[in-house]
């Protein structure tokens, strides 16, 4: 009896260190993409910026959504290492795939001489137990960026 309550006792420990370990470990992943995604728009502002800004200046909304939308994925997927499916970027970690589905467009505006531009984008992330994958947790998340033209 004693044997079983120690095992018991033993396996509960097991469990929640796994579920601190997982939860960590997707929040690393998240953190990490964020980061990543907000380098790689503040280098897309960067190299573009004066460009930008003529073109929504001028009302050019419309060349803007996806001329450059297409340009940031594809920054995106060259600066992350990511392979392209659609409008998903995606890489592989283990056996799973982490998505990145960039569904809507650059979005920006101009105040004052400030180029604001950003991105929505949904991060899916697999979550498997015992080598099965349970559900997909699909986060949504938002990089943005600043430009101060002078």
């Known amino acids: 009896m004693v044997h079983a309550k120690t095992a018991a006792i033993i396996i509960v420990i097991a469990m929640l260190f796994s579920l ?8 690393s992943t998240v953190g990490r993409t964020r980061d990543d995604t907000q ?15 003529s073109s929504v200046k001028n009302g050019s909304h419309a060349t803007f959504s996806n001329e450059y939308s297409d340009r940031f994925r594809t920054l995106v997927q060259n600066e992350l290492g990511l392979e392209r499916t659609g ?9 799973k795939e ?3 589905n960039y569904n809507s467009q650059l979005t920006s505006s101009v105040r004052d001489d ?7 984008f949904e991060l899916v992330i ?15 998340m938002r990089v943005q960026s600043l430009f101060v033209l002078k």
């Open 87 to 95: 409008n998903a970027l995606y890489y592989e970690s283990g056996n």
């Open 20 to 27: 601190v370990l997982t939860y960590s470990t997707i929040m």
């Open 98 to 100: 982490v998505i990145f």
């Open 39 to 53: 380098r790689a728009l503040d280098s897309f502002i960067t190299q573009n910026a004066v460009e930008i800004y």
């Open 114 to 120: 400030v180029l604001e531009i950003g991105t929505d």
């Open 126 to 140: 697999p979550v498997s137990f015992a080598g099965n994958t349970l559900f997909d947790m699909r986060l949504p």
